[in-house]
């Protein structure tokens, strides 16, 4: 009886390289692609610095950013944004604060509560939200909601005007951050409650059920079981949102009244308040040369805060869910 | 005695807490119905302001009424039972009254504007008073068509491949282009018609015409496009792809036979999303395209028209027949986006999506 020995399988490299000419040119392809994804950004990022090079040099990066002013018919023109930074950062944060509620309803609304075809049904609407160009939204908050919310802002204002908060000394309601945030959060919402959505259906099931027949109610399980699972996630979709807010243009152009010269630290319903995109927007057709340089600059500094903000976001969303590698 | 220690067979979806009694149930409804009634009866009696009564008298009345009936089914914890579902719902059904209020007056004041020669003729003779019997967004819609084709055309190829290198091949810079692009998908709108101003028109390169306003759409269509294709090649099963290859196909064959087919339903789904990210991007398109009356079909030279900068540019004259006619370029827009959307969800649930799951 011959004796039985075990094959041995030769050790052998993977090829890595493409042998074919056709994968040659098929790998040749996808890579090149891929690469120009970084070259583009690498040009937005060289192109827009370039051209905003003049004005920080002018003006001095902490100057520019954070200094107020912005006049083109002076002699020696000066440009800064600190009113239109802080401005977008307000709108951003109101747009948030009254997002999240929202979204975060819906989301529990569509995973924990209703029955199927109406879950279905929400999702879609959502969807159907987020699709919406922020154009139509803008042009219904500049003809529809702006009337609206001005009433709003001045019910707050009789109500609780003695906070500083909903000071108005200017006797009008409209074109406010009040209502720039609003508008914000109608667009953010469609975002932050699809990322809360899908941490929300990611979460195992047996942590609820366990919690549930421990005698845990609806209530305690949303706080103590569902919120804390999900917490990074909607940090992450908040964030996400946040990015999306400041980079919002059109429709914050049509909803408030830009002011130049002196930051708006907190009077949400008094109708001044700045927006670096807007800013842009409303300065670019007739601009000077110099005027330019100074809205790219802007830009660069736009792009900047959006980036960090982002990737931070894209981190904790992915830290948020280790199910998806 | 012996006691019988067999277990007990337990039914598969045990969840005993979801058995609720009709007495509940009928409570459950009361509490829900009763204030809103009340409230609807003292608006008509009192003519108060809806919003602020909203919030001062219905709210508290269902708060309420829902923190009497958890008491009353589950106890004392009962009572935040109650306040969390009038506050899912309160909330959610304010988001739905959100939409219902765009798509509505999209709607309304758009079909007051809309009619044939709306929507095929231009506005050579168009004043900003001038009103609505002539004039429409004909030109508006071959410029939305072409600009946005043109993106398409050069973005959708460029993001597939960034796609197929992200999961088909063992490149290095993957995790690199993944995040790049997740950084893209960021990018604000108005950043990117600054790049392409600040490198094709500022430099003196070309004047305002619609290709620069296509290649200002394209960092932000690659992303959306890339990521969702990047999706739907990564739900092809890793067998089919190894059974492929294992045959001895090359690389490029078991792609375009079996990975591509099977993916097909997705990547359309990417690329319809795309267009419709960015069908309806306004700022980048008023950086670089310039407005126009006259139909132009030229994508090289001469101001275009596309309907976001349309809608923009009567918005900002400010009449109210221009305005209107805003909201008619709102109308045409929103169709054309319901259309991708519909269109997408169809791609997206064909039989081989499906199948997949």
């Given amino acids: 009886m011959s004796e039985l020995t075990e094959v041995v399988p030769p050790k052998r490299k993977l090829k890595v390289k493409a042998s074919s000419t056709p994968d040659r040119i098929f790998y040749g392809i996808a890579t090149a692609a891929a690469y120009s994804t970084i070259i583009l950004v690498i040009a937005i990022m060289f192109f827009l610095s370039l051209r905003a090079w003049p004005t920080f040099e002018k003006f001095g990066f902490v100057n520019f950013i954070f200094g107020s002013g912005w006049d083109n018919t002076l002699e020696s023109p000066s440009f800064a944004i600190g009113p239109m930074l802080y401005g977008s950062f307000l709108i951003a944060a109101l747009g948030v604060i009254l997002a999240v509620p929202m979204a975060i309803s819906i989301a529990y609304f569509i995973e924990f509560m209703a029955p199927k075809p109406l879950a279905k049904t929400t999702a879609l609407l959502v969807d159907l939200l987020a699709a919406i160009p922020s154009v139509v939204i803008g042009l219904w908050g500049l003809s529809i909601f702006s009337p609206v919310g001005a009433h709003w802002g001045e019910m707050l204002h009789d109500a609780f005007g003695f906070l500083p908060m909903f000071e108005n000394d200017a006797d009008n309601f409209l074109r406010t951050p009040f209502i720039a945030g609003f508008i914000v959060a109608v667009m953010i919402v469609p975002i932050i409650a699809s990322i809360t959505r899908e941490i929300f259906s990611q979460i195992d099931q047996d942590l609820i059920k366990a919690s549930l027949a421990l005698g845990g109610n609806r209530e305690s399980t949303f706080r103590k079981v569902i919120l804390p699972t999900a917490a990074g996630g909607i940090v992450g979709g908040v964030l996400l949102a946040l990015g999306r807010a400041l980079g919002e243009t059109v429709a914050i152009f049509f909803v408030l009244n830009l002011v130049f010269d002196e930051v708006n630290w907190f009077r949400i319903v008094l109708p001044e308040g700045g927006a670096i995109a807007s800013l842009i927007l409303s300065k670019f057709a007739e601009a000077t040369a110099d005027e330019v340089s100074a809205l790219l600059a802007a830009g660069v500094v736009l792009f900047a805060f959006t980036l960090l903000i982002n990737s931070i976001a894209s981190f904790i969303v992915v830290k948020a869910q280790p199910w998806r590698k | ?357």
Avoid at chain 2, 11 to 17: C, L, V, Y
Avoid at chain 2, 303 to 310: A, D, F, Q, R
């Fill in chain 2, 1 to 357: 005695m012996a006691v019988d220690l067999t277990p007990v067979e337990r039914p598969k979806s045990a969840a005993p807490w979801t058995k609720i009694s009709a007495q509940s149930k009928t409570l459950m409804f009361l509490a829900s119905t009763v204030p809103a009634v009340i409230y609807l009866a003292l608006l008509v009696v009192n003519n108060f302001d809806f919003m602020s009564s909203l919030l001062v008298v219905f709210l508290p009345m269902q708060t309420v009424a829902s923190a009497l009936v958890g008491l009353k089914i589950y106890g004392r914890r009962g009572i935040l039972d109650g306040l969390l579902v009038v506050a899912t719902l309160f909330l959610g059904s304010f988001v739905f009254v959100l939409l219902v209020s765009v798509l509505w007056s999209v709607v309304q004041a758009g079909f007051a504007t809309l009619s044939p020669q709306f929507i095929y003729q231009n506005d050579v003779y168009v004043t900003p008073t001038t009103g609505l019997e002539i004039g429409g967004v004909g030109h508006a819609i071959l410029g939305t068509l072409l600009v946005v084709g043109l993106s398409t055309i050069i973005t959708v190829p460029l993001a597939l491949a960034t796609a197929v290198y992200l999961t088909e091949t063992r490149g290095k810079s993957r995790g690199l282009i993944r995040t790049l692009l997740q950084a893209m998908s960021g990018l604000p709108s108005v950043v990117t018609g600054l790049f392409i101003y600040s490198m094709l028109i500022l430099s003196g390169f070309t004047s305002y015409a619609g290709w620069t306003g296509s290649l200002a759409l394209i960092p932000l269509m690659l992303p959306t496009v890339s990521r969702v294709a990047e999706e739907a090649l990564r739900l092809v099963p890793a067998e089919l792809r190894n059974g492929a290859l294992g045959l001895g196909a090359s690389a490029w064959s078991a792609f375009s036979m079996v990975t591509l087919p099977a993916a097909k339903s997705g990547l359309v789904t990417a690329v319809l999303l795309g267009v419709a990210r960015i069908i309806g991007e306004t700022a980048p398109l008023l950086l670089t395209t310039s407005l126009a009356n006259k139909t132009n079909l030229n994508l090289v030279e001469g101001g275009i028209s596309t309907l976001p900068t349309y809608l923009y540019g009567y918005v900002s004259l400010g009449y109210d027949t221009s305005i209107q006619r805003a909201w008619g370029a709102a109308l045409v827009l929103l169709m054309l986006v319901g259309i991708l959307f519909v269109a997408a969800r169809v791609a997206s649930s064909t039989k081989s999506a499906k199948k997949r799951k």
